[in-house]
């Protein structure tokens, strides 16, 4: 099993910043596949922020492209999101996830149980 936790949500002036961190632990037997941010605004579906792969490969979705970067430490298993230039829109709760091979190489999901942001104009 993998868990991941979630710190750095807050409350932030719109034009501030945040750095979002997420650390897996467990049993993980290789480099963790992927990771990723989502995010979810009240009355909102879930959406996809940024992921990143074993590679270092990144995705953003567009609204936070320029604003957002995303990272990993892969010898601390750990994800970070440093977001830039916050919004009002950007309030909602941030999750992380992670696919993990187990050691049978089964690809497994996992997400954190989300930190609030909280954007004030």
């Known amino acids: 099993q993998v868990q991941l936790v979630e710190s750095g949500g807050g409350l932030v002036q719109a034009g501030g910043s945040l750095r979002l961190s997420c650390a897996a632990s467990?049993?993980?037997?290789?480099?963790?596949?992927?990771m990723g941010w989502y995010r979810q605004a009240p009355g909102k579906q879930r959406e996809l922020v940024a992921t990143?792969?074993?590679?270092?490969?990144?995705n953003y979705e567009g609204s936070v492209k320029g604003r957002f970067t995303i990272s990993r430490d892969n010898a601390k298993n750990t994800v970070y999101l440093q977001m830039n230039s916050l919004k009002p829109e950007d309030t909602a709760v941030y999750y992380c996830?992670?696919?993990?091979?187990?050691?049978?190489?089964?690809?497994?999901?996992?997400w954190g149980q989300g930190t609030q942001v909280t954007v004030s104009s």
């Open positions: 996830n992670a696919g993990v091979h187990d050691k049978l190489y089964r690809l497994n999901v996992y």
């Open positions: 990143i792969d074993s590679s270092d490969t990144t």
């Open positions: 467990g049993t993980i037997f290789f480099t963790i596949a992927f």
